[in-house]
Nanobody
Framework: QVQLVESGGGLVQAGGSLRLSCLAS????????MGWFRQAPGKEREFVAG????????YYSESVKGRFTISRDNAKNTVSLQMNSLKPEDTAVYYC??????????????WGQGTQVTVSS
């Protein structure tokens, strides 16, 4: 089982940037797919971005494509999400996830506790 701890959330004005980080422990995640999800109040959790173990394959939701960048440092067992040009609709709790259950990348085996991102208008 992988333990995941997110950091880097906070309050930012629209148009600003934040960088989220996720530190994995319990096992090496270098061969595992990793992802970021978010859940806004009153809404279902949604996929934001994913990255394969090799870092060659990256996936983004249409709502963040071109603004967010996912990356990983396998030597440090971390995955990051650089968020630029933030919008108020990006406000949500952001979750790090590891080890997708299938190729749909909609369900993962391990989850972090989440970090709050609030974008003010």
């Amino acid at each position: 089982q992988v333990q995941l701890v997110e950091s880097g959330g906070g309050l930012v004005q629209a148009g600003g940037s934040l960088r989220l980080s996720c530190l994995a422990s319990g096992r090496t995640v270098s061969r595992l797919g990793m992802g970021w999800f978010r859940q806004a109040p009153g809404k279902e959790r949604e996929f934001v971005a994913g990255i394969a173990g090799s870092s060659i394959l990256q996936y983004y939701s249409e709502s963040v494509k071109g603004r967010f960048t996912i990356s990983r440092d396998n030597a440090k067992n971390t995955v990051s999400l650089q968020m630029n040009s933030l919008k108020p609709e990006d406000t949500a709790v952001y979750y790090c996830a590891a080890d997708p259950r299938d190729h749909s990348w909609s369900s993962f085996r391990s989850w972090g506790q989440g970090t709050q991102v609030t974008v003010s208008s």
